[in-house]
């Protein structure tokens, strides 16, 4: 069984930062790419950037130079640094993994259960 668990999220002022962070555990025995999407009140999810197992990294549009993905594989760790927010970057943040677990012999995507992020004065 494989999870992700997500912390770091809360109520911050605009121009702040945050950093979220999400832990995959269990029968894991590979990880490829991981993310982190976005699900703001009345719209889709939407991804705010992702980085594969090599370290290639993607971002969306409107967070670039503001945000920051990374991931410590020695831990199953990815995280996302938030800088400059702003209110519009207010919505539930969900982790997204592409995991191999020890006992299925395929990959298949895992979700976290989300961290609310709010920018608010």
């Known amino acids: 069984q494989v999870q992700l668990v997500e912390s770091g999220g809360g109520l911050v002022q605009p121009g702040g930062s945050l950093r979220l962070s999400c832990t995959a555990s269990?029968?894991?025995?590979?990880?490829?790419?991981m993310g982190w999407y976005r699900q703001a009140p009345g719209k889709q999810r939407d991804l705010v950037a992702a980085?594969?197992?090599?370290?290639?990294?993607n971002y969306a549009d409107s967070v670039k130079g503001r945000f920051a993905i990374s991931r410590d594989n020695a831990k199953n760790t990815v995280y996302l640094h938030m800088n400059s927010l702003k209110p519009e970057d207010t919505a539930v943040y969900y982790c997204?993994?592409?995991?191999?677990?020890?006992?299925?012999?395929?990959?298949?995507?895992?979700w976290g259960q989300g961290t609310q992020v709010t920018v608010s004065s």
């Open positions: 997204h993994a592409d995991i191999m677990a020890i006992t299925i012999a395929a990959t298949r995507g895992y």
């Open positions: 269990g029968s894991i025995f590979s990880i490829d790419n």
């Open positions: 980085i594969t197992g090599g370290g290639t990294i």
